[in-house]
């Protein structure tokens, strides 16, 4: 009896695993926005420099290195806790408009094409909106997680370049 109960258990184990890794990866938007008072150039330069995520999402960035600036730069995050390290890359710049556009290229996340951006408006005089937008793919089975995740994510990035802006007044 013993042995056909260890045999469902890896049986059962087995399948679950094998759905998980066949699961289609489905199309998922997160996005948020925030108005600030301040100066708009100030809080493009630091935020289109991606080697300050460290400061603007410490809970999850333990440490951020930015290789080169523009088109084709990159930044190495190193998660908090040792739950590994993500890399991205520059794919659109725009230092007139104020919008900055990233690609994941490697993640261990459970998410494929990670395409997130800032744009920064002005609204009026020393007031401006950042808007802060990600797509990617995630399978139903982590898509709670990961869009929770990413909601907190944006929000205490967007939270943390008010407080920068609002340092530098």
């Given at each position: 009896?013993?042995?056909?109960?260890?045999?469902?258990?890896?049986?059962?184990?087995?399948?679950s695993?094998?759905?998980?890794?066949?699961?289609?990866?489905?199309?998922?938007?997160?996005?948020?926005?925030?108005?600030?008072?301040?100066?708009i150039?100030?809080?493009?330069?630091?935020?289109?420099?991606l080697?300050?995520?460290?400061?603007?999402?410490?809970?999850?960035?333990?440490?951020?290195?930015?290789?080169?600036?523009?088109?084709?730069?990159?930044?190495?995050?190193?998660?908090?806790?040792?739950?590994?390290?993500?890399?991205?890359?520059?794919?659109?710049?725009?230092?007139?408009?104020?919008?900055?556009?990233?690609?994941?290229?490697?993640?261990?996340?459970?998410?494929?094409?990670?395409?997130?951006?800032?744009?920064?408006?002005?609204?009026?005089?020393?007031?401006?909106?950042?808007?802060?937008?990600?797509?990617?793919?995630?399978?139903?089975?982590?898509?709670?997680?990961?869009?929770?995740?990413?909601?907190?994510?944006?929000?205490?990035?967007?939270?943390?370049?008010?407080?920068?802006?609002?340092?530098n007044?």
């Open positions: 009896m013993k042995k056909y109960n260890l045999l469902t258990i890896i049986l059962f184990t087995s399948c695993f094998t759905f998980a890794q066949s699961e289609r990866f489905k199309k998922a938007e997160i996005s948020n926005r925030i108005e600030i008072e301040g100066d150039n100030f809080a493009w330069i630091y935020l289109s420099n080697g300050n995520l460290q400061n603007l999402v410490p809970s999850t960035i333990q440490s951020s290195i930015a290789t080169g600036y523009g088109i084709g730069s990159s930044v190495t995050l190193t998660l908090t806790n040792n739950k590994g390290i993500i890399k991205e890359e520059v794919i659109k710049l725009n230092n007139k408009t104020f919008q900055i556009t990233y690609k994941m290229t490697s993640s261990p996340l459970p998410i494929k094409n990670y395409v997130a951006g800032f744009a920064l408006k002005k609204i009026a005089v020393n007031k401006f909106e950042v808007a802060f937008d990600a797509k990617f793919k995630v399978q139903d089975i982590n898509r709670k997680a990961r869009l929770e995740a990413f909601n907190k994510l944006q929000l205490e990035l967007l939270t943390n370049i008010k407080k920068k802006t609002d340092e007044k």
